[in-house]
């Protein structure tokens, strides 16, 4: 069964292993390995900062993937998810999506969520958009990338 916890200092190892895994750093902004000593200063902070929401996400006790939903002004948050290379290809990210979303919205009911995905992510984007998120910006040649976001509407 699917369940999340918080990330926690225990978890440090495991997202390290996530962050430098070839097909994240691939489809991320910044592509460049992350070394071990950046990685901990960077997550021992991030789990200890309120405006970041780190879930990690497990199906009968085996970590199965992350999400983390930074605030990044008063009201938009950036997200930001990676499935471990051995559970892909399962449809996770879409059902995590949408649980991480809802946590969220639950508790900042304000916010836009955006994410920013390279154009030939499919994956990424197909998830996204089965996770009720809608493409706001198409992408252009000169930035490669995709603004697809989702809002509580009344
Ligand atoms: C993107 C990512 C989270 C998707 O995880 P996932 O749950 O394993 O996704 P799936 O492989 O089940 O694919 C989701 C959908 O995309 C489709 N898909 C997968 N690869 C595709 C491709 N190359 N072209 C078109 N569609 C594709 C799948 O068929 C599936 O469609 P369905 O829901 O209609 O069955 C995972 O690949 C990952 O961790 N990537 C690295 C990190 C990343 O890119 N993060 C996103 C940036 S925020």
Do not use: C
């Amino acid at each position: 069964m699917l369940s999340f916890r918080k990330a926690s200092l225990q978890d440090v190892t495991q997202y390290f292993e996530w962050v430098n895994n070839p097909l994240v750093r691939t489809q991320s902004f910044n592509s460049n390995n992350i070394s071990l000593e950046e990685h901990t200063k960077w997550f021992t902070k991030a789990i200890a900062d309120n405006s970041k929401l780190m879930l990690i996400f497990s199906n009968n006790n085996i970590d199965i993937g992350q999400v983390r939903i930074e605030i990044s002004n008063e009201d938009i948050a950036i997200i930001d998810i990676s499935i471990d290379e051995a559970q892909r290809g399962n449809g996770y990210a879409s059902q995590l999506l949408q649980i991480a979303t809802d946590e969220f919205l639950k508790i900042n009911p304000q916010y836009k969520i955006n994410a920013y995905i390279k154009n030939e992510n499919a994956a990424s984007v197909k998830s996204f958009l089965k996770a009720e998120f809608i493409i706001e910006i198409q992408s252009d040649n000169s930035s490669n990338r995709l603004l697809l976001s989702k809002k509580i509407t009344v």
